[in-house]
């Protein structure tokens, strides 16, 4: 059941993104980070990133 698919992996990835403040990491839509729809659930703070490996 628990495949490894990259793209689903990829897509898990692009909707994820960390608070700048706390770090929390939240699953959020990356449109509604854009228009700053989102708050932080721990913290309650607007920045967000993008979640990136190096
Ligand atoms: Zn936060």
Redesign the pocket.
């Known amino acids: 059941m628990a495949t490894k698919m990259p793209a689903a992996q990829n897509r898990l990835f692009k909707n994820m993104f960390i608070?700048k403040?706390?770090k929390?990491k939240m699953k959020i839509e990356p449109l509604k980070v854009l228009q700053g729809k989102v708050k932080?659930r721990?913290?309650?703070?607007r920045d967000f990133r993008v979640i990136r490996k190096k």
Not at 42 to 45: D, H, R
């Open positions: 608070c403040n706390c929390h932080c721990k913290c309650g703070k």
